[in-house]
């Protein structure tokens, strides 16, 4: 039954990009993916008619549909035939003039042949490649199968297309020998075509916010990004601003588009917590290389309380499980963080990673629910504590946001989960 709706969604996928010729950005890698559309996004849409991935439609069924205009119909036989029988219709009957001009498109990669299949019914004209990490490596078994993977979405480009990479990882700058597209590359090193410096979490008045500067063809500019933090963020701002800068756009106007970026839910994003404290919602998702960037994120940040970690299992790491969860532990304690709250089991490997370190036993707390430590934390939170809450999605990490945030009616506008 999946593969024919695969087939179907293929085939009318394939005949609308036919119909309307949009121009097609396609962006994948282990992690900044969604951070890099919604700054993408953020920019384009000055100029154009964009449309891009909604929620986790990154995949055999959700990139057909974000081509398409349509929302999941899950298990409902009778909506995926409303689904097919819609989109028929408005193939053969009319032209949508509304239809997007520019499509961003996340393409996710759980299995071998994932991109290459995804590639096969979106031909990009721009592909973008974030950052190789070990999600999913259970699937895969090494790093160097996940870049090769994620390599494909270059397999499709012409010397017409354009290529964006990131030069500060060791798998994807060697890449451009990949590809007969035009390339970009940014990142921190110095060889970078946007070349990323400064990067830094600041205090803006009652809030927080990451500023960067950007250098390009010898010009140096300033940027903030407002509500926003991290390294990921400034390095998905560089990403669209490479975009930016090929559609032809000044760097004033991407200044503008930029200025209204907002991360998606669960990534990194501030949220005021009980007792005038901060929350830092990761909760998305999380592997071992996102865990450390939030560790650095919530270390580097001003405060005059308590510094909290509260992180959940790392999961689909397969045989790198235990070992990347004490690396976490160990992450951990170098960077000098407080307090530290584990849920699950997988999550015990980072209390010995942490206690073989050198952290106080007593400043660890493990828990098998998320409930019971949203519970624990609530009664624990002082004034002016950082929370960073991080976990992989099978752990619902939303629901200890949801028992510390100070606003829990804001729930189902804020989070990336149901809490109830």
Known sequence: MKKVLYFILGFLSKAVLAKYR???IAITGSVGKTSAKEAIFAVLQEKYKVRRNIKNYNNEIGLPLTILGKNSAQSNYWKWLKIFFSSFFSL????????????????????????????????PDVAVLTK???????????????????????????????????EDDQFIRTFRNKTKAKVFSFGQAEQSDIKLSQVKIVKNGFNF????????????????????????HASAAAVAIAIALDFGFSL???KK??????????????IKGIKNSWVIDDTYNSSPQSSKVAIEILA?????????????????????????????GQQVFAAGIDYLFLIGERSRDIKRGALLAGMDEDHIFHFPFTIEAGYFLQDRIKEDDLILIKGSRG????????EVMAKPWEAEELLVGPVK
């Open 252 to 254: 004033a106007e991407i």
């Open 209 to 232: 916010a990451t500023t960067f500067q950007v250098t390009y063809q010898g010009q140096t500019e300033e940027f903030v990004l407002s509500k926003v933090l991290g390294t990921q």
């Open 92 to 123: 053969l009957v009319f032209k949508n003039k509304k239809y997007p001009e520019i499509l961003i498109l996340e393409m996710g990669a759980d299995h071998p042949g994932d991109i290459s299949y995804l590639t096969s019914i979106a031909k």
């Open 22 to 24: 949009p121009k097609v």
């Open 300 to 328: 580097s940040m001003e405060s005059s309380g308590r510094k909290i970690a509260v992180l959940g299992d790392m999961l689909e790491l397969g045989k790198e499980t235990e070992k990347a969860h004490q690396d976490l």
């Open 257 to 270: 588009g930029l200025a209204k970026y907002i991360p998606a839910k669960g990534r990194t994003n501030l």
């Open 395 to 402: 752990m619902k990490m939303e629901q200890v946001v949801y």
């Open 132 to 166: 190789i990490g070990a999600s999913h490596i259970e699937f895969f078994g090494s790093l160097e199968k996940i870049a090769e993977e994620k390599s494909q979405i270059l397999a499709r480009l012409t010397e017409k297309d354009l290529a964006i990479l990131n």
